[in-house]
């Protein structure tokens, strides 16, 4: 354990302010613009950066078990597979996106079509039965 | 033309994807007009010259996108309206006038007499026309991958020059919406066991044609599209 003496201003910064992140996640959840699970989810996170800020020696020992060089190569190691992950999801989303607006754009162009030859076709009914009336007109005279 | 001539070209739609074409649009429309289509559906992928209206004035059905989507999706808005119009059957065409307006008797007469319900175009199988060396070895090798993902054996795996039957393409799903349709919808001719076959024709390069088109090299997008696909579908 480090006590506060030893503790670097990095750690000490990283306490504070996830104790700060927890307050607001707590504020969130209670406006309701955060579901329980995701309170939780954000606890587990910043509790983890509490522990790992009061105890470092967490990732070595880590790092030991898994045989990984350095108790640092699990942060890179880990954050490489989440920002992958996380990458892997971005582009899902893109390419649904891109479908949608596929989607979007062929139902205008139909729908413009179809109105364009519902106009048309008023159009050439009015002249139709202008046309017919004039003939009455002149018939009658 | 004989009646029952002209009953069938009542049937059938030509679905035409163009994308800045106004210098040639109105050549290929008026070629099909002169074989006697009467269903001309241009679908104008976003494009920023007159295309669109130069279409409509030479007597085609305009659809229009609002932003480009790609070829792909392009001829499927076509396909959409010509099945909307019970269009019996439907052929898609290039733009930029690489095909023969009198071929496409080749493509509808199997259809017509029931033999298959889609016709492929091949440019490989009579050598009417004049593929460049590299070229060519892309699209025998892409005909090789096709065979190996979807287990249909063609000459020609990349080739717009097709004719489907109205219930044929009712079955197929049709996702993709740029160059890499022309793979899915062999895909799906696979996947939905719809009869086809391969029909000679003719794909005239011109300078034009050409420099817009595509390079050999795009091959290998679409190559990357089809194994995705196989994997996510």
């Not at chain 2, 060396?133 to 020609?156: C, N, P, S, V």
Request: proline share 1%; charged share 25%.
């Amino acid at each position: 354990m480090v006590t506060f003496a030893d503790m670097g201003l990095l750690q000490l910064f990283g306490i504070i302010f996830s104790f700060f992140a927890l307050s607001r996640a707590f504020l969130r959840y209670k406006d309701k613009s955060l579901h329980l699970n995701e309170l939780f989810l954000w606890i587990v996170v910043w509790v983890g950066v509490i522990c790992v800020a009061i105890f470092p020696s967490i990732f070595v020992t880590l790092s030991k078990i898994l045989g990984i060089g350095r108790g640092v190569d699990i942060l890179l190691y880990g954050g490489m597979i989440l920002l992958f992950y996380l990458l892997f999801r971005v582009y899902v989303k893109v390419e649904a996106q891109q479908k949608d607006m596929t989607t979007l754009v062929r139902e205008i162009a139909i729908k413009n079509a179809v109105q364009k030859t519902a106009n048309a076709k008023t159009k050439d009914n009015e002249k139709k039965s202008a046309k017919s009336r004039d003939k009455e007109e002149f018939e009658e005279q | 033309m004989t009646m029952q001539a002209e009953q069938k070209n009542k049937d059938i739609w030509i679905v035409i994807a163009a994308y800045n074409e106004e210098n040639r649009i109105t050549q290929v429309i008026a070629s099909l007009k002169e074989q006697g289509y009467q269903n001309i559906v241009v679908v104008d992928d976003g494009s920023k010259d007159k295309t669109a209206a130069v279409a409509e004035q030479a007597g085609a059905a305009v659809l229009q996108h609002v932003i480009n989507r790609g070829q792909g999706a392009s001829l499927k808005t076509g396909m959409d309206f010509a099945l909307q119009n019970n269009a019996e059957i439907i052929v898609t065409f290039d733009a930029d006038g690489q095909h023969q307006a009198n071929e496409i008797v080749l493509l509808t007469k199997p259809i017509i007499n029931g033999e298959v319900e889609a016709s492929l175009g091949s440019r490989f199988l009579e050598k009417k026309s004049n593929v460049s060396w590299h070229r060519e070895l892309i699209l025998k090798g892409g005909a090789g991958i096709i065979w190996l993902f979807y287990g249909i054996k063609l000459t020609d795996s990349h080739n717009g020059f097709r004719a489907l039957k109205r219930d044929a393409l009712q079955k197929l799903e049709l996702k993709a919406d740029r160059m890499e349709h022309a793979s899915e919808i062999l895909e799906q001719i696979a996947a939905k066991q719809i009869k086809y076959k391969e029909i000679p024709v003719t794909i005239t390069y011109t300078d034009y044609s050409l420099q817009k088109g595509q390079s050999s090299l795009a091959a290998f997008g679409i190559l990357w599209n089809m194994i995705k696909n196989k994997v996510l579908r």
